[in-house]
């Protein structure tokens, strides 16, 4: 600052010298004249740059324009208004780059992310938020948050100022969700609302529930019959012959009991013992006759059932389970399919897929069964599946040893034609077949 | 509104009172949804609830009134303000007879045990309609939106048809076995009750219209209303 007062002092100094010269040469008067001249100049010089600078000041703050050059002690004004002008705009270049990034992280969260203001208005949220409550944040920006979210449970939640414990929803808009919602105040008077889609968590949880009622129901009705038989034989004097139909009745309904606890221990190893190895051979060939013979046996000649079998190629492959599975498959056709009907079952493998599939022409059910048909204790129809003596967790087994096996499950039926339950396995569990001396060398 | 008033307070009660009307509309959307679900599940605890709950509707009516004559000695609104507390008289009598069809579908839901399957999922279909348009004509206020306003008036012939054909199926049943009789009336009651959200909602978005437009758009046909919105 001083040099520019400095400068100035100089310039009229200068100037009032220069004035000197007329002075002397025309008179008194002439060299006034000159002076006032001459200080009338620097003044228009200054009032010029002013009104650079003002026009320079009045441009829109979003852009502002190249700062003006001067002359004079202006250039030097106008100098430091540049440096100090560049450095601003680098500064809110990063600044604008940084919440560009932290927008961009809060849009790609996977749960929702609301900021809500400090009179609960919708100042930003991200995409997930947007689909959970189906607004757009372009149109709903600056909303009162409770004008849309309406519901009353809601309404009570925001308006409490508790927000230790989550809310549970059923979306409005898209009923199919439900949300856990979250409020944290934050910063001045400000809120973040989080949304987290639950109906997974949620449907889980009654799958839970309905196993542990399902289970409890299942052993429920065979300790009933036992109970009240023993009571009967307790309570009253019965001739031998009856005692003896009542304690074989009594040894089925245990043996069902032990079917049913056998399946659950079976079910609770597969879900805690690591995936089978790739190491184990399964030959299918002799695996294919085993069933056969098996089938035959159940069906005792009431079916006819065939054996499709090509490709030379065995599985990978924990052998209990697999024969276990593909057992399961084959009783569970001859139970629903009644006398008379027809089973059939393919094996056809190639190096790339191989497929085990078994058709029947027995009952059926409707499609709309298929999703749940591997659940525990899931019935078509409850009645039925008891009296063919299931325990309701065989296909709940069947699916988890091909989960373990990466091999799909698939299931077409229709009811009062017959179903199809198809078995394909991956590439990297199909070796082709072991010829005889090799399978002698391996096993000693 | 758009302008902003000198008086930052009145801004914030013309604002309250819009949120207060919402808040309501959102107790009333609540109702109808346990209604209908409860009707659908024939779960008698529900529709109690609802039953019981009306009165929180009726005095939310009540005190909203109050605020909006309180509002005009006070303040004097003109022009978009004055229309804003005009429709929001009219709507909250709309919400309320909504709030009253509610615990009408509730009460006769609540008798009939056995009503049959067949025309009570078409009842729960339609009821999804009619909850769908109440909630669109909130929305369309929330955000004073009149094209969504303009949808909704449309709408409203969509559930009407909707509702002849539940009464030409209710008059085969009534037909063929007399002893359905008592049992179709009760559900051509509920049928009506939520024909009759279909013609609240679409009140409702009419006085959205006026609140935006300025223009009375009752009584007109859908094509002018939708030319007056777009407008």
Redesign the interface.
């Known amino acids: 600052m001083d040099h520019l007062v400095l400068r100035t002092v100089f310039l009229i100094a200068g100037i009032a010298a220069g004035a000197f010269l007329p002075g002397l040469l025309f008179g008194a008067t002439a060299g006034v004249i000159f002076f006032a001249g001459a200080l009338v100049a620097l003044l228009l010089h200054h009032i010029r740059h002013v009104a650079l600078l003002a026009q320079w000041l009045n441009q829109p703050q979003t852009q502002p324009g190249q700062v003006p050059r001067g002359s004079g002690i202006w250039d030097n004004v106008f100098a430091l208004l540049y440096r100090y002008e560049r450095v601003k705009t680098q500064e809110h270049q990063l600044l604008a780059k940084t919440l560009v990034r932290f927008r961009q992280a809060g849009r790609v969260h996977p749960d929702g992310v609301m900021i809500l203001d400090a009179e609960n208005r919708i100042e930003w949220c991200n995409d997930t938020a947007e689909h959970h409550f189906d607004l757009s944040l372009d ?2 920006h600056g ?2 948050i ?3 979210l ?4 809601f ?1 009570a939640y925001l308006e409490a100022c508790d927000y230790s414990n989550p809310l549970e929803l059923r979306a ?2 898209t009923s199919a969700i439900i949300l856990s919602l979250q409020i944290i105040p934050y910063g001045d008077a400000q809120k973040l609302l989080l949304s987290r889609d639950v109906t997974r968590l949620e449907k889980l949880e009654s799958m839970r529930r309905d196993f542990v009622a399902n289970v409890s129901h299942e052993l429920r009705t065979p300790l009933t019959v036992l109970s009240g038989f023993l009571e009967t034989i307790r309570e009253l004097d019965l001739d031998p012959q009856r005692v003896q139909d009542y304690s074989n009745l009594m040894v089925e309904q245990c043996r069902r009991m032990q079917c049913i606890v056998d399946d659950l221990l079976t079910l609770s190893t597969l879900e805690s013992a690591p995936s089978p190895s790739l190491d184990e051979r399964i030959r299918m060939s002799p695996l294919l006759a085993r069933l056969r013979a098996d089938a035959e046996a159940l069906s005792g000649g009431k079916h006819r059932i065939f054996f499709d079998v090509s490709g030379d190629f065995d599985l990978l492959g924990s052998e209990n389970e697999i024969v276990s599975a593909l057992g399961n498959l084959v009783s569970n056709a001859i139970r629903y399919t009644p006398d008379g009907g027809e089973i059939r079952v393919l094996w056809r493998a190639t190096a790339d897929e191989a497929e085990y599939a078994i058709e029947d022409t027995g009952i059926g059910f409707a499609p709309e069964h298929i999703p749940r048909l591997t659940e525990r204790f899931y019935r078509v129809d409850r009645g039925r599946s008891r009296a063919t003596g299931g325990t309701g967790l065989g296909l709940a087994i069947v699916k988890h040893i091909l989960n373990r096996h990466q091999a799909a499950l698939d299931i077409r039926s229709e009811p009062g034609k017959g179903s199809r339950f198809a078995v394909r396995f991956p590439p990297r569990r199909i070796v082709p077949a072991a010829t005889a001396d090799v399978v002698a060398q391996e096993m000693p | 509104m758009a302008q902003e008033h000198s008086s930052k307070q009145y801004d914030l009660d013309l ?1 309250a009172l ?2 207060r009307v ?2 309501m ?3 009333v ?2 109702q109808i949804l346990a209604a209908v679900n409860g009707l659908a599940a024939g779960d008698n605890r529900v529709l109690e609830q609802v039953i019981t709950d009306d009165h929180r509707v009726n005095a939310m009516e009540v005190s909203i009134d109050t605020d909006c004559s309180h509002l005009i000695a006070r303040r004097q609104p003109t022009a978009g303000d004055l229309r804003m507390v005009l429709a929001v008289i009219k709507i909250v009598t709309d919400l309320e007879r909504v709030g009253d069809e509610a615990a009408k579908i509730a009460r006769l839901g609540k008798q009939g045990h056995a009503l049959a399957r067949t025309p009570l999922a078409a009842v729960k279909h339609m009821g999804g309609i009619g909850i769908g348009m109440l ?1 669109k004509a ?2 369309a206020l ?2 004073l ?1 009149t094209v969504a306003a303009a949808a909704i008036i449309r709408e409203d012939v969509e559930i009407d048809e909707e509702f002849r054909a539940i009464v030409r199926q209710l008059i085969t049943f009534m037909m063929e076995d007399p002893r359905t009789i008592s049992q179709a009336i009760d559900i051509l009651w509920i049928a009506k009750a939520i024909e009759r959200i279909g013609d609240h909602s679409k009140n409702m978005a009419e006085q959205v219209i006026y609140v935006v437009k300025g223009t009375d758009v009752r009584h007109i046909s859908v094509e002018q209303v939708e030319r007056e919105a777009l407008g």
Do not use: F, M
Request: aromatic letters at 0%.
């Open positions: 149109s709903d909303q009162p409770a004008n849309l309406r519901q009353p449970e309404i409005a808009r | 604002e819009r949120s919402l808040e509309g959102g107790l959307e609540s909630r909130l929305d929330a955000r939106d």
